[in-house]
């Protein structure tokens, strides 16, 4: 669980009651409109909207949505101005804790996202306290039963990718940050079943939880951040094994 990806997966395992349609759908909604915003409506000129739509697709979210929140984007129709903010600090047991949100509303947003720290027993910190324990980089998910881990491994470092590491049902594929989308387009035309693509923040010295009831303090913060309705990502220096956060899942 450095960063969020085992766990992710475990939630999705137990099914849509977890992380609800219509959240995951306004999370999408909200990065699309800031893309937009940023780089204007067009798909094929603007690389961030390009993947956002694409994320979305991917998540299954109508059309309809995706046509709307690029329109809210570019002001064809009214909406929102978000902007992006992110935070530092700390969960239980020493756990470094990164938050990406979107937010219209810093003053609250903050407040909340404070509180929420403080709720589940961790703390808050200042700016630039925890990001220097991450690295932003990408990260391509590729099924384990479609593809051998040799053949994987000499494929994706021969177009550029960092290395290769065991995410459970998958193999993540990290790449430098600006090198993802090329290596995920090559992946696909060497005949490689890409799933997911994103940027990430992975953790360059990890907190390794064993204890049960510590990895349940640590799993109850990130769900508590993850939860508020401006937090788009959360980031985690810990490392808890699959069996153990299966165990938490049931």
Same mark, same amino acid.
């Given at each position: 669980?450095?960063?969020?990806?085992?766990?992710?997966?475990?939630?999705?395992?137990?099914?849509?009651?977890?992380?609800?349609?219509?959240?995951?759908?306004a999370?999408?909604?909200?990065?699309?409109?800031?893309?937009?915003?940023?780089?204007?409506g067009?798909i094929?000129?603007?690389?961030?909207l390009?993947?956002?739509?694409?994320?979305?697709?991917?998540?299954?979210?109508?059309?309809?949505?995706?046509?709307?929140?690029i329109?809210?984007?570019?002001?064809?129709?009214?909406?929102?101005?978000?902007?992006?903010?992110?935070y530092?600090?700390?969960?239980p047991?020493?756990v470094?804790?990164?938050?990406?949100t979107?937010?219209?509303?810093?003053?609250?947003?903050?407040?909340?996202?404070r509180?929420?720290?403080t709720?589940?027993?961790?703390?808050?910190?200042?700016?630039?306290a925890?990001?220097?324990?991450?690295?932003? $980089?990408?990260?391509?998910? #590729?099924?384990?039963? /479609?593809? !051998?881990?040799?053949?994987?491994?000499e %494929?994706?470092? @021969?177009?550029?990718a960092?290395?290769?590491k065991d995410?459970?049902?998958?193999?993540?594929?990290?790449?430098?940050?600006?090198?993802?989308?090329?290596?995920k387009?090559? $992946?696909?035309?060497?005949? #490689?079943?890409?799933? /997911?693509? !994103?940027?990430?923040?992975?953790?360059? %010295?990890?907190? @390794?939880?064993?204890d049960?009831?510590?990895?349940?303090?640590?799993?109850?913060?990130?769900?508590?951040?993850?939860a508020?309705?401006?937090?788009?990502?959360?980031?985690?220096?810990?490392?808890?094994?699959?069996?153990l956060?299966e165990?938490?899942?049931?």
């Amino acid at each position: 669980m450095s960063g969020h990806s085992k766990w992710s997966t475990i939630k999705h395992q137990k099914g849509a009651a977890d992380q609800a349609r219509a959240k995951v759908f306004a999370r999408l909604a909200r990065q699309i409109e800031v893309a937009a915003r940023a780089g204007g409506g067009d798909i094929e000129a603007n690389a961030t909207l390009r993947t956002m739509v694409q994320k979305a697709r991917e998540a299954s979210m109508p059309k309809d949505n995706i046509d709307r929140a690029i329109k809210r984007g570019t002001g064809e129709i009214e909406g929102v101005s978000y902007e992006s903010i992110n935070y530092e600090g700390y969960g239980p047991h020493g756990v470094a804790i990164y938050v990406e949100t979107l937010s219209d509303n810093r003053n609250r947003t903050g407040a909340e996202i404070r509180s929420t720290f403080t709720k589940a027993g961790g703390s808050l910190a200042e700016p630039g306290a925890v990001a220097w324990q991450f690295d932003r $980089l990408g990260m391509i998910e #590729v099924s384990k039963i /479609s593809t !051998d881990e040799d053949e994987l491994m000499e %494929t994706a470092l @021969e177009l550029g990718a960092r290395d290769i590491k065991d995410g459970g049902d998958n193999y993540e594929v990290i790449t430098d940050a600006t090198e993802l989308f090329a290596i995920k387009n090559a $992946l696909v035309q060497a005949g #490689v079943e890409v799933g /997911s693509a !994103d940027l990430t923040m992975i953790p360059n %010295t990890t907190v @390794e939880i064993t204890d049960p009831d510590h990895a349940k303090s640590v799993v109850k913060i990130i769900e508590a951040l993850d939860a508020h309705d401006d937090v788009q990502n959360v980031f985690a220096n810990c490392e808890i094994s699959a069996e153990l956060l299966e165990s938490l899942a049931q």
